[in-house]
T-cell receptor, first 112, second 114 residues
Framework: AQSVTQLDSQVPVFEEAPVELRCNYSSSVSVYLFWYVQYPNQGLQLLLKYLSGSTLVKGINGFEAEFNKSQTSFHLRKPSVHISDTAEYFCAVLYNFNKFYFGSGTKLNVKP | DADVTQTPRNRITKTGKRIMLECSQTKGHDRMYWYRQDPGLGLRLIYYSFDVKDINKGEISDGYSVSRQAQAKFSLSLESAIPNQTALYFC?????????????FGEGSRLTVL
């Protein structure tokens, strides 16, 4: 079975500091990779996605992620976080164009 | 208006009751999904449908059933609710041809079973 691992369940960080949220997946076959964000009391919305091409993907709100095929990783980064980035972040992998697998989520808590 | 609408947004019910969660979409997508979110477990797939005549079980379908009434409507039923079905439920849609399979989510239905 496929799996998606988000190693950190919670990440506390001070405002304006850089942050990295880690994601590893189990399969080396062709995959599409996504990061979703969930703000309190809301549904999930897409931050960014990797389909093909450049391994560095830029998303909304200053986030970016790097696809590393050899490491089967897709870590999310932001050079300087804001209070408004406080949310839960989910890594997701699409296998064979029809099945999504989600990680367990990482709660980012940005402190003033 | 939201592209993916879920009703109700919140529901409290008792053990043994039948519950239906409804999802409608205006995105014109063929594929629809029901997910369940529990703290620390991420999202788990309950059922999915690739078109009106197609229904598939996901990883946690026991205790649930679905109905795809039309391209735009996909309902999730709990025939006899139990407390461990207390969770946040999300409906989602996708269209691989247009958006490479990206999922579009509703705002969620929070279900509490007492």
């Amino acid at each position: 079975a496929q799996s998606v691992t988000q190693l950190d369940s919670q990440v506390p960080v001070f405002e304006e500091a850089p942050v990295e949220l880690r994601c590893n997946y189990s399969s080396s076959v062709s995959v599409y990779l996504f990061w979703y964000v969930q703000y309190p009391n809301q549904g999930l919305q897409l931050l960014l996605k990797y389909l093909s091409g450049s391994t560095l993907v830029k998303g909304i709100n200053g986030f970016e992620a790097e696809f590393n095929k050899s490491q089967t990783s897709f870590h999310l980064r932001k050079p300087s976080v804001h209070i408004s980035d406080t949310a839960e972040y989910f890594c997701a992998v699409l296998y064979n164009f029809n099945k999504f697998y989600f990680g367990s989520g990482t709660k980012l808590n940005v402190k003033p | 208006d939201a592209d993916v609408t879920q009703t109700p947004r919140n529901r409290i019910t008792k053990t043994g009751k039948r519950i239906m969660l409804e999802c409608s979409q205006t995105k014109g997508h063929d594929r629809m999904y029901w997910y369940r979110q529990d703290p620390g477990l991420g999202l788990r797939l309950i059922y999915y449908s690739f078109d009106v005549k197609d229904i598939n079980k996901g990883e946690i379908s026991d205790g649930y059933s679905v109905s795809r009434q039309a391209q735009a409507k996909f309902s999730l039923s709990l025939e006899s609710a139990i407390p461990n079905q207390t969770a946040l439920y999300f409906c989602a849609t996708s269209d691989p041809g247009l958006t490479a399979g990206e999922l579009f989510f509703g705002e969620g239905s929070r279900l509490t079973v007492l």
